[in-house]
């Protein structure tokens, strides 16, 4: 199984202001067909997940652009430049690669 | 865009058989290119990969439920359907329906507790 490692687990942020999270794979997420299929997802309290970026950095249809995803091979990054309100909740690395792992998820709190 | 929607019981006793079903709208299940997946949130934990339909018919189980899963697809009434034999308190969680092409889980539905207990 490929293992995906996020960091922070909690990040409390003040209001316009950046945050960052780490997520590390425990192997390449590199696919024979050449694609990345790392996602980030975002979920809202007693809401379901919901799909931010796709493939390391493709924002998905209707997500603000203060969204962001980076990386390549074993490390990505998913920054928020400005956070705002709306924005606290739990956010999730997805690997599609090789079967289908999350990571454990990053709390995203207002300080 | 898709909407998903699950439906079953919400209390399923030990060692019988989970089923839920998904129903899909605004679009057809039979589409070229998507995945149709079920994937479960233990209460107050992350998220984890029951498996998947593509839209072939070919299935992909999580390795650590693989013996206790079976998905399917029934093209008339455009829904796909989750059985989990054998369960326990363990499985007691809530589960989602989602759906996307390759990679991606760009559709959720709203999920569904589902309570294992005698």
């Known amino acids: 199984d490929i293992v995906m490692t996020q960091t922070p687990l909690s990040s409390p942020v003040t209001l316009g202001q950046p945050a960052s999270i780490s997520c590390r794979s425990s192997q390449s997420l590199v696919h024979s067909d050449g694609n990345t299929y790392l996602s980030w997802l975002q979920q809202r309290p007693g809401q379901p997940p919901r799909l931010l970026i796709y493939?390391?950095?493709n924002r998905f249809s209707g997500v603000p652009d203060r969204f962001s995803g980076s990386g390549a091979g074993t490390d990505f990054t998913l920054k928020i430049s400005r956070v705002e309100a709306e924005d606290v909740g739990v956010y999730y690395c997805?690997?599609?690669?090789?079967?289908?792992?999350f990571g454990q998820g990053t709390k995203v709190e207002i300080k | 865009q898709v909407q998903l929607q699950e439906s079953g019981p919400g209390l399923v006793k030990p060692s019988q058989t989970l089923s839920l079903t998904c129903t899909v709208s605004g679009g057809s299940i039979s589409s070229g290119g998507y995945y149709w997946s079920w994937i479960r949130q233990h209460p107050g934990k992350g998220l984890e990969w029951i498996g998947y339909?593509?839209?072939?018919?070919?299935?992909y189980y999580n390795p650590s439920l693989k013996s206790r899963v079976t998905i399917s697809v029934d093209t008339s009434k455009n829904q796909f359907s989750l059985k989990l034999s054998s369960v326990t308190a363990a499985d007691t969680a809530v589960y989602y329906c989602a759906t996307g092409v390759a990679g991606t889980t760009s559709s959720w539905g709203q999920g569904t507790l589902v309570t294992v207990s005698s």
């Open positions: 493939k390391i950095s």
């Open positions: 339909i593509y839209y072939s018919g070919s299935t």
């Open positions: 997805m690997q599609a690669t090789q079967f289908v792992t």
